[in-house]
């Protein structure tokens, strides 16, 4: 073992979906800093291309595409294609999510239905398709966001946390099934991230400073801060590392937050 490269991504062909804005566009630029070609694939075309070109500038290997997760077929044709064109595809991360924050009882059937088929639907989408492509090449890393809301919820976050736990169980049934192809699956854990899906909070300083203080950091995190997360799973230095939820919630699910009175 070379510990000099392990976390390098050199040869590398990535795809990452939601990679237009916020933690997706973190991650596909330290992909890409890391070694790898990364495919930033996102509904907002104009959004992709321009970290695609701030991948470029720096040195690294990008190019953009134009892909709703939603669409099983499309996110086939996707996959297929960079395999074809590349000889391979050796990372998928699927990023994008969606939140209607209210509670369980005023939710209408619409939006339960458009929770679900993005969170969860999507994710399904890309892990079956580049499951199936990595169990046939013989390797792989697949990847997906999950949250703290896989094992803690709050009143207004119901679906959202059913669709984050079951994200999780995916991630996990498939990564006992793959095993034995070589093909690793994870699912990352952010706590509250300073990305357009927290927007609503942000716009109230009592929310925001009431999720800074979840964090034993006391502040929120940084979409540039789960991208370590991202590369590590992605590489090499996580070989043996499959089926797991990955935390990078600034110590969120490790403290109950009585911390009065002071030690």
Request: proline share 3%; hydrophobic share 40%; net charge negative.
């Amino acid at each position: 073992m070379d510990y000099s490269k392990m976390f390098r991504l050199d040869g590398k062909v990535a795809l990452l979906v939601g990679g237009a804005s916020g933690i997706g566009e973190a991650s596909a630029q330290a992909l890409a800093a890391n070694g790898a070609h990364v495919v930033v694939a996102d509904l907002n075309s104009e959004g992709a291309e321009q970290v695609v070109g701030t991948i470029t500038a720096q040195g690294g290997s990008a190019e953009s595409r134009v892909l709703d997760l939603t669409d099983a077929a499309a996110v086939k044709d996707t996959v297929t294609d960079i395999a074809r064109r590349h000889g391979h595809l050796d990372i998928a991360v699927s990023s994008p999510s969606i939140n209607v924050r209210k509670p369980l009882l005023d939710y209408t059937q619409d939006e339960f239905e458009r929770v679900v088929r993005v969170n969860m639907g999507g994710t399904f989408n890309l892990l079956q398709s580049a499951g199936r492509l990595m169990s046939d090449q013989g390797g792989g890393s697949v990847m997906a966001f999950s949250s703290v809301r896989s094992q803690v919820v709050e009143p207004g976050q119901s679906i959202y946390a059913a669709t984050k736990a079951g994200t999780l169980q995916m991630l996990r049934g498939l990564a006992s099934e793959l095993g034995s192809r070589n093909v690793r699956v994870n699912a990352i854990g952010p706590g509250v991230i300073d990305t357009p899906l927290t927007a609503q909070i942000r716009k109230d300083q009592t929310w925001y400073d009431a999720y800074a203080q979840k964090s034993v950091f006391g502040r929120w995190g940084k979409p540039e801060e789960l991208a370590g997360a991202v590369v590590f799973l992605a590489s090499d230095a996580a070989s043996y590392i499959t089926g797991i939820i990955l935390y990078v919630d600034g110590g969120w699910t490790a403290a109950d937050g009585r911390f009065t009175p002071p030690l």
